[in-house]
């Protein structure tokens, strides 16, 4: 009469009992220490959700303002710029656009934001402006910040109550702005004629230090909205 075989080899039924009693079943500890591992896990996820939720809630009641169309855009809150002196408004229909550079190192991404900053420091604090000089600032990248904005005379130019000053950040009495950098200042430009800031018409007048290569010159000089 053939044997029946158990679990561990033995034809005796009670020592392959004994046997899984001593030797409970390999996946039950695992699973249980896999459950509190999960429990943990997203208990973690929760708190730093919860984390990012309440930093997301402060940056916004700061209206931090960064938009990426039509090009980038950062705000003055969102460069940390100490509130003006005095603010003298600027009329529009603008009808003035005088371009000139920072004559600084140029810069890319946060090292732009601490040059805005220094800037701002340097003229209020140095040459006793109100605020930072310009109006707009323009990164080699394309990058546009706020310096006073739309509606507040700058301190760059004679005739201050229709004019919109923008400066190229960089140094450009020897070499030409890269394109990348006009192009964006000139989708700036068109976007304040948009918004009614800027006269259909208006003209653009080149710091005399700035070297501009001639045919990137083109870009400002023909209005596509006068007509």
């Known amino acids: 009469m053939m044997a029946s075989f158990f679990v561990n080899g033995s034809t005796n039924p009670g020592e392959d009992e004994r046997y899984n009693e001593r030797t409970p079943l390999i996946g039950q500890y695992p699973i249980e220490r ?4 999960g429990i943990a896990f997203l208990a973690a996820c929760l708190f730093i959700g919860s984390f990012i939720g309440i930093y997301l809630l402060i940056v916004d009641g700061q209206n931090w303002e960064v938009r990426t169309i039509p090009y980038i ?38 090292d732009c934001m601490r040059l805005v900053r220094h800037q701002q420091i340097l003229h209020m604090f140095q040459d006793n402006m109100t605020d930072i000089a310009y109006n707009f600032l323009v990164s080699e990248g394309g990058v546009v910040y706020e310096g006073r904005g739309w509606e507040t005379q700058s301190e760059v130019w004679v005739n201050r109550n229709h004019t919109l000053s ?17 192009q964006e200042t000139k989708l700036l430009i068109d976007e304040c004629v ?26 400002f000089m023909q209005s596509k909205y006068c007509t």
């Not at 809150?77 to 003035?96: G, S, T």
């Not at 400066?167 to 020897?174: D, F, T, V």
């Open 73 to 110: 855009y950062i705000s003055r809150a969102a460069w940390r710029a100490q509130p003006p002196r005095v603010v003298y408004p600027l009329r529009p229909p603008i009808m003035d656009i005088f371009i000139t550079h920072t004559n600084t190192s140029t810069c890319l991404d946060y």
């Open 34 to 37: 896999t459950s509190y591992l």
């Open 194 to 219: 948009q918004w009614k800031q800027v006269a259909r018409c208006y003209k653009v007048i080149f710091d005399p230090k700035l070297m501009i290569d001639e045919k990137l010159k083109k870009l």
């Open 166 to 182: 923008i400066a190229l950040i960089g140094s450009y009495e020897k070499t030409s702005p890269p394109k990348k950098q006009l």
